[in-house]
């Protein structure tokens, strides 16, 4: 078990030490001056948003994770009549939520210093405090990225991993991104807090051999063979609001949901980095928070590029 003691000197050492990993345009203290309560506002809006409903940390989490195979706020872009969003794409449709909590952090913010914050920075630091406000690590978010003027429905299918990747599928799909094996399993830890639905694990948990045969059949009574393909079932049967290692011992165990989470622990390159996080979680949550950090970092728009939306869900 990780004491409290640990956990602040974690999040202390976190705050220090990872400062200099961002590329130099972005800062932990872009807003500092030009918006001082950015950061204030954001936590107590995500605050608000778990309170009532503990899934949206999750939800929050996973919009950033897709939003930054580019980390410019163009997930949150609606279809027009020039492109077609990244929200229909293949790893997004029916499941990415969260929408209107940013939307309203934005009018929040708006209210506070118009014009100032991004999007795309919303998105980093809504990820972070929900990740936080559920147990997990906290990390010094670098800032300063710009939003997106458009959005691409192909890249989004090319770029975010699918679900149904092996582990070599999985490597190279992060790899392109310059992220390795050791991060994405790290990332993949993010799983520890929210759901999936049935349609996309009923062929793992009716099809595979390598899953825990009781667990299968627990999560069948939510998921029927035929029909429900939008039952959720929880990621981490256990503690499923709870940001913890919960996810790892489940993938040991053979009870991974998802075909790709349990590919990280089937006999392959990355199975003693899931055992060593299932049973150490103060080196997941060190593994993490710096992995969030190089992945918020990946190809920001920054300077003059892009802008800053007034409304998150259109450019301006």
């Not at 990244?86 to 449709?93: D, I």
């Not at 940013?102 to 914050?117: A, Q």
């Not at 670098?142 to 003027?149: E, K, N, P, V, W």
Request: aromatic share 6%; hydrophobic share 35%; with cysteine.
């Amino acid at each position: 078990m990780v004491t409290c003691i640990n956990l602040m000197k974690l999040r202390i050492l976190l705050g220090l030490v990872l400062i200099g990993t961002a590329q130099a345009q972005l800062s932990p203290d872009y807003y500092e001056k030009t918006c001082p309560r950015a950061l204030y506002t954001i936590r107590n809006a995500v605050h608000k948003a778990i309170a009532a409903e503990h899934q949206m940390g999750a939800s929050l989490l996973r919009l950033h994770f897709h939003d930054c195979f580019g980390c410019d706020a163009s997930v949150l872009l609606n279809d027009t009549s020039t492109f077609t969003g990244e929200q229909t794409a293949s790893a997004n449709a029916g499941s990415l939520r969260g929408f209107t909590v940013i939307d309203d952090i934005k009018s929040k913010v708006e209210s506070v210093c118009p014009g100032v914050v991004s999007c795309a920075d919303i998105l980093a630091v809504a990820a972070r405090d929900s990740v936080v406000l559920l147990g997990g690590p906290t990390w010094r978010v670098q800032l300063g990225r710009r939003d997106s003027t458009t959005a691409s429905l192909s890249t989004a299918n090319t770029d975010i991993p699918s679900p149904i990747l092996d582990l070599s599928g999985l490597i190279s799909s992060f790899s392109k991104k310059g992220l390795t094996a050791k991060e994405m399993v790290a990332l993949s830890g993010g799983h520890t807090i929210g759901q999936a639905r049935c349609v996309v694990i009923r062929n793992r948990i009716y099809n595979e051999t390598n899953i825990d045969a009781s667990f299968a059949s627990s999560v069948k009574s939510n998921c029927p063979n035929n029909g429900g393909d939008n039952n959720l079932i929880a990621l981490d049967a256990i503690t499923p609001v709870e940001f913890d290692n919960g996810y790892f011992k489940g993938l040991v165990n053979n009870k991974g949901l998802i075909h790709s989470d349990q590919q990280l622990f089937n006999g392959g390159s990355t199975d003693s980095q899931v055992t060593s996080y299932s049973e150490n979680p103060s080196s997941f949550y060190w593994d993490f928070a710096k992995a969030m950090i190089k992945m918020g970092n990946l190809s920001p728009l920054t300077g003059t590029s892009g802008q800053i939306r007034t409304s998150c869900w259109k450019t301006n």
